[in-house]
C-alpha cells in the first residue's frame, strides 16, 4: 500500500518558535520506517505546502498526520483534504495533542485517532487496512462514529522505546538541508526517551506517559547517533538525564565510537546539580547548550508552579555548567500579575549571569490536558489552538495585554542583542550560514506579530476547510 505521512503546518496565528526554527518531523520519521513492506512518502508541510499535488501524483491508499497543539487546525485540513481528494483514502491522526485532546479531532473525514506511543497501533492499523478488517480490536485508539468517539481498549505504556525502528531519515531528504534550529544549521534530531516523572502543574510532556520515564537502551542510541550525517543534534527528550546511570553509559559508547557532533539538550537544575561530574563529561563530549526551565527569580512564583525546585538550586546549576564551559538556554515563565518591574528583575538577572546564552520569556500557558489548565479553565479566554504556541497570554494578566506584548517585545530585542554578544554569532561561523536570512526575517516577523497579538485573543475558532491546491500556497506563514 501507498502511505503518505504528513507534518502538518502550524497555524497562521501562531508565533514564537515555528518562526525561528525548522526541524525534522522526527515522529513521522520513526513511523515511517515501522512500515517498511509499504511504500511509504512524507510531506513536511512547514516547507512544502503542496499537499494537492503530492495527493494527485502519489495517489495514497492511507494518509496520516501527526499534531502538536498548533497545528490542530492545519491537521484537520490536511485529513478533510485527503478524504475530499478520495473518499477511500483511510485517514488517521496522532500525536501529543490528539492524544491529550482526542475530542478535538472527532471529525467524519478522520477514520481513527492514535493515542499515546504511536509505533504499534499503526503497524495494527496498516495491516488490518491491508486485510480489510475491523480496527475495533486494536488497543489505543479513538474512532470517530456518528458524531461521537468510541474508545478502544487502552494501550498500556512500553517500558522502554526499544521496540521502535530507527526513524528513516531518507523520508526527508529532499528538506534536510533546510532544517535549522535558531543559529545552527543543518540540524538533526534525535530520540533517546520520553516523559518526565516530575509534576509540574504547567506541563503536557508528563501527562502524555503518566509521569513515567521511558528510554532507549544507549547501544541502540549510539546505533542511531552513527548514523546521523549532521554535526548539530537535538536531543528531543522531556528529560534525558533522569536516569544517570544510562546516561553515563551512553557517553561511554558515544566515546569509544569516536562519535563527534554538537549537542543541545534538556535537563532540570536539580539534575545538573546532583550530577556535576556527568555534566563534565558530556561538555566534553559535545553538549553545548543545555535547556534548563529556571521558572522564576524568586521562590514564590517557583513554588506556584510545583516545580520543587528553587532559585538556590538553579544558582548552583549555573555555576556548575558555567565551569563546565556550557551555555544555558533558561525558561522563565511570565506570570499574569507582572508588570515591568518583574520583567525588569528577570533581565538584570540574566545579564549578571553570562553562562545564560539563550533566554525564553514563557507566558503563563494552561496547555489542555494539564493540571494548570484544570485549575484555570474558567479563566482562559480563547480554545483557539493556534493561540496555546507558549508566546501568547492565554488568561487575562493585570496590565493590558497590548501593554504585556509591548514589554515581550522589548525585552526579547535584549535577549536577542545579547545572545549575539555572548555566542559572538557575528563569527563566519554563524553569520554565513544560510539560513540566517530566514532566522532574522522570523524574528521580525515574530516582532510585528507581537505589535497586534492582544487582537487574537478573541479570535473565534475557525471552521475547518480543504486545502485545495488554490489555498495550499498560502498554507504555511
Known amino acids: 500500500m501507498k502511505i503518505l505521512l504528513v507534518n502538518p503546518p502550524s497555524g497562521e496565528l501562531t508565533m514564537g518558535l515555528k518562526h525561528l526554527s525548522k526541524v525534522e518531523p522526527l ?77 478535538d479531532f472527532n471529525a467524519p473525514y478522520i477514520d481513527a485517532i492514535v493515542l499515546g506511543e504511536g509505533v504499534p497501533a499503526f503497524q495494527e492499523i496498516v495491516e488490518r487496512r491491508r486485510q480489510q478488517r475491523s480496527f475495533a480490536d486494536i488497543a489505543g485508539l479513538a474512532l470517530p462514529v456518528n458524531g461521537a468517539l468510541s474508545l478502544t481498549q487502552s494501550r498500556p505504556l512500553p517500558r522502554s522505546l526499544d521496540h521502535q525502528p530507527f526513524p528513516n531519515r531518507s523520508l526527508t531528504a529532499a528538506y534536510r538541508s533546510r532544517y535549522y534550529y535558531l543559529f545552527e544549521s543543518p540540524v538533526a534530531s534525535i530520540q533517546t526517551s520520553m516523559g518526565c516523572t516530575f509534576p509540574c502543574n504547567f506541563c503536557s510532556c508528563q501527562k502524555f506517559t503518566g509521569r513515567h520515564f521511558i528510554a532507549r537502551s544507549p547501544e541502540l542510541i549510539v546505533e542511531d547517533l552513527s548514523s546521523i550525517r549532521e554535526e548539530f543534534v537535538l536531543f528531543c527528550d522531556d528529560h534525558s538525564f533522569i536516569d544517570v546511570r544510562r546516561m553515563e553509559k551512553l557517553h561511554d559508547l558515544i566515546r569509544q565510537r569516536g562519535i563527534r557532533k554538537h549537542y543541545f539538550v534538556y535537563s532540570r537544575a536539580d539534575c545538573v546539580v546532583q550530577n556535576p561530574e556527568l555534566f563534565e563529561k558530556w561538555a566534553r563530549l559535545g553538549v553545548e547548550i543545555v535547556m534548563t526551565g529556571l521558572e522564576a527569580v524568586d521562590d514564590g512564583d517557583m513554588s506556584s508552579l510545583n516545580k520543587r525546585s528553587n532559585v538556590e538550586i538553579n544558582e548552583r546549576a549555573l555555576e556548575i555548567l558555567h565551569r563546565c564551559g556550557v551555555g544555558v538556554s533558561a525558561g522563565f515563565v511570565v506570570l499574569p500579575d507582572f508588570t515591568e518591574k518583574d520583567f525588569e528583575r528577570i533581565d538584570k538577572y540574566v545579564e549578571a549571569r553570562p553562562v545564560i546564552v539563550l533566554t525564553e520569556l514563557t507566558p503563563l500557558t494552561p496547555l489542555p490536558g494539564t493540571d494548570l489548565y484544570r485549575e484555570q479553565q474558567d479563566n482562559v479566554l480563547t480554545e483557539h489552538r493556534e493561540i496555546y504556541d507558549l508566546a501568547h497570554f492565554i488568561v487575562p494578566t493585570a496590565l493590558p495585554q497590548e501593554e504585556m506584548y509591548r514589554l515581550l517585545r522589548k525585552y526579547y530585542w535584549r535577549v536577542v542583542w545579547r545572545a549575539i554578544r555572548r555566542l559572538r554569532l557575528y563569527r563566519p561561523r554563524y553569520a554565513l550560514k544560510p539560513h540566517i536570512f530566514k532566522l532574522i526575517l522570523g524574528a521580525l516577523r515574530v516582532a510585528l506579530m507581537m505589535r497586534r497579538a492582544h487582537e487574537k485573543t478573541h479570535v473565534p475558532v475557525p471552521e475547518v476547510q480543504a486545502l485545495h491546491p488554490a489555498e495550499a500556497s498560502t498554507a504555511v506563514s
Request: a negative charge.
Open 27 to 103: 515522529g513521522l520519521e520513526i513511523i515511517g520506517a515501522a512500515v517498511p513492506d509499504h511504500q511509504v512518502e512524507l510531506l513536511d508541510m512547514e516547507l512544502d505546502t503542496d499537499l494537492a499535488g503530492t495527493l494527485e501524483r502519489f495517489q495514497p491508499d492511507i494518509v496520516g498526520a501527526s499534531s502538536q497543539i498548533v497545528q490542530t487546525y492545519t491537521a484537520h485540513q490536511v485529513m478533510k483534504t485527503a478524504k475530499d481528494f478520495n473518499p477511500k483514502v483511510l485517514t488517521v491522526i496522532g500525536g501529543h495533542h490528539a492524544t491529550l485532546c482526542p475530542q
